[in-house]
């Protein structure tokens, strides 16, 4: 073989190895490309198979009409109306305090004892006072006696006459002082009382013994209030507002008294709402039946005068689990499936009302927590 045969041979060779070559420096796509997701079907773990289905009774949710209800918590507060402060208009050192806070204590009875200079000066004024009257009240008798006899002229009546006139008004006005200080006129002495202006209990002291009492400028010593009526003040959200109205009644129960069931009367929805919370204060007023202490959280439920549909069920129908509440509904042969549904009250018949989760004529398990103990085994 020539050399020209042997380059023509040769060529051929050399291109299938060039382009053996150039495919092996390309990459496949295919084999780079990452493997197909597998979606892989996830069990409903509210769904349950259990044998014998025919043992667990089914009961069917009843239609009942309803007006929308509203519960909001609260605090029970003094009514301001009612709440009076012991004040002191003298001023002096507390001797005795007799009564303390927390105390009821009625109408007049002598809550705590303040020696005061303010007193002391005061009855000194009257009895000047009391003597100077007496001496105009002499020197008038001997003018009118002169006046008769023609010793004395009209004008010299007339300025005597006046001068005891004047003594009887310094009488009166230094006996009223002494009243408003709480001092009586008959009986001198440099302490005073003071006395309860109302009955109720004491619901702030600012007091102690051998403090002083400066008057109308220091902190009130006492305050009184009357717990007979008091307020109720709960926070509703700007979106339930619309279930308040000022007049209307509304439930009261109480935390410390479960059983008990009281009513209230709204009586002032706040204009303004609170920047952070967006909530309103809403003031009950109620009378205390006894009760009812200062601070004592309640739960107020207010009534809407729109009526909506609402289901109702035996209440053995609905399981309380994690604080949530739940009923199972048949959903095919053998399964039944555990909805979550919120309850309003309970009614008349041992049924409890189901606002949402399942609609009337749906059905649903008589007896929940049978069934939650079978599936649970």
Same mark, same amino acid.
């Given at each position: 073989?020539?050399?020209?045969?042997?380059?023509?041979?040769?060529?051929?060779?050399?291109?299938?190895?060039?382009?053996?070559?150039?495919?092996?420096?390309?990459?496949?796509?295919?084999?780079?490309?990452?493997?197909?997701?597998?979606?892989?079907?996830?069990?409903?773990?509210?769904?349950?198979?259990?044998?014998?289905?025919?043992?667990?009774?089914?009961?069917?949710?009843?239609?009942?009409?309803?007006?929308?209800?509203?519960?909001?918590?609260?605090?029970?507060?003094?009514?301001?109306?009612?709440?009076?402060?012991?004040?002191?208009?003298?001023?002096?050192?507390?001797?005795?305090?007799?009564?303390?806070?927390?105390?009821?204590?009625?109408?007049?009875?002598?809550? =705590?004892?303040?020696?005061? &200079?303010? #007193? !002391? @000066?005061?009855?000194? %004024?009257? *009895?000047?006072?009391? /003597?100077?009257?007496?001496?105009?009240?002499?020197?008038?008798?001997?003018?009118?006696?002169?006046?008769?006899?023609?010793?004395?002229?009209?004008?010299?009546?007339?300025?005597?006459?006046?001068?005891?006139?004047?003594?009887?008004?310094?009488?009166?006005?230094?006996?009223?002082?002494?009243?408003?200080?709480?001092?009586?006129?008959?009986?001198?002495?440099? =302490?005073?009382?003071?006395? &309860?202006? #109302? !009955? @109720?209990?004491?619901? %702030?002291? *600012?007091?102690?013994? /051998?403090?002083?009492?400066?008057?109308?400028?220091?902190?009130?010593?006492?305050?009184?209030?009357?717990?007979?009526?008091?307020?109720?003040?709960?926070?509703?959200?700007?979106?339930?507002?619309?279930?308040?109205?000022?007049?209307?009644?509304?439930?009261?129960?109480?935390?410390?008294?479960?059983?008990?069931?009281?009513?209230?009367?709204?009586?002032?929805?706040?204009?303004?709402?609170?920047?952070?919370?967006?909530?309103?204060?809403?003031?009950?007023?109620?009378?205390?039946?006894?009760?009812?202490?200062?601070?004592?959280?309640?739960?107020?439920?207010?009534?809407?005068?729109?009526?909506?549909?609402?289901?109702?069920?035996?209440?053995?129908?609905?399981?309380?689990?994690?604080?949530?509440?739940?009923?199972?509904?048949?959903?095919?042969?053998?399964?039944?499936?555990?909805?979550?549904?919120?309850?309003?009250?309970?009614?008349?018949?041992?049924?409890?009302?189901?606002?949402?989760?399942?609609?009337?004529?749906?059905?649903?398990?008589?007896?929940?927590?049978?069934?939650?103990?079978?599936?649970?085994?």
């Amino acid at each position: 073989m020539n050399r020209r045969n042997l380059a023509i041979l040769s060529f051929p060779l050399s291109l299938g190895l060039l382009a053996a070559g150039c495919s092996r420096g390309k990459s496949d796509p295919q084999a780079e490309a990452p493997p197909p997701l597998r979606v892989a079907k996830v069990e409903d773990r509210n769904v349950f198979q259990v044998d014998h289905p025919e043992r667990f009774q089914l009961a069917q949710a009843v239609e009942h009409i309803a007006a929308p209800q509203l519960r909001v918590t609260g605090t029970v507060n003094p009514d301001i109306l009612r709440a009076v402060p012991v004040i002191s208009l003298a001023v002096g050192r507390v001797v005795e305090i007799h009564a303390r806070l927390g105390d009821t204590v009625k109408k007049g009875q002598v809550l =705590l004892t303040v020696q005061s &200079a303010d #007193i !002391s @000066g005061a009855f000194s %004024d009257y *009895q000047k006072a009391v /003597a100077d009257e007496q001496l105009a009240h002499t020197q008038l008798e001997r003018a009118k006696l002169l006046f008769d006899k023609g010793a004395i002229s009209q004008n010299d009546l007339q300025i005597a006459q006046n001068a005891e006139d004047k003594a009887k008004v310094d009488v009166t006005n230094t006996a009223e002082k002494l009243r408003v200080l709480g001092s009586p006129v008959d009986r001198p002495s440099g =302490l005073i009382e003071i006395r &309860a202006p #109302i !009955s @109720g209990v004491i619901t %702030d002291q *600012q007091v102690t013994n /051998a403090a002083g009492v400066a008057g109308l400028s220091s902190p009130n010593p006492f305050t009184i209030s009357d717990l007979s009526h008091v307020w109720v003040l709960c926070d509703v959200y700007e979106n339930d507002l619309v279930n308040v109205r000022l007049g209307d009644q509304a439930d009261i129960r109480l935390n410390a008294y479960p059983d008990r069931a009281l009513k209230a009367q709204i009586s002032n929805i706040s204009p303004m709402l609170d920047p952070n919370l967006r909530t309103a204060k809403v003031r009950l007023e109620m009378d205390n039946p006894g009760v009812l202490r200062f601070g004592m959280f309640v739960t107020a439920t207010f009534h809407g005068r729109d009526a909506q549909m609402r289901s109702t069920v035996p209440s053995t129908a609905v399981l309380h689990l994690h604080d949530r509440q739940w009923v199972y509904t048949p959903s095919g042969t053998g399964t039944f499936k555990r909805l979550e549904v919120v309850v309003g009250n309970i009614l008349q018949g041992n049924m409890q009302e189901i606002v949402s989760g399942i609609k009337p004529g749906d059905k649903v398990v008589a007896n929940a927590l049978v069934l939650q103990d079978t599936v649970e085994k």
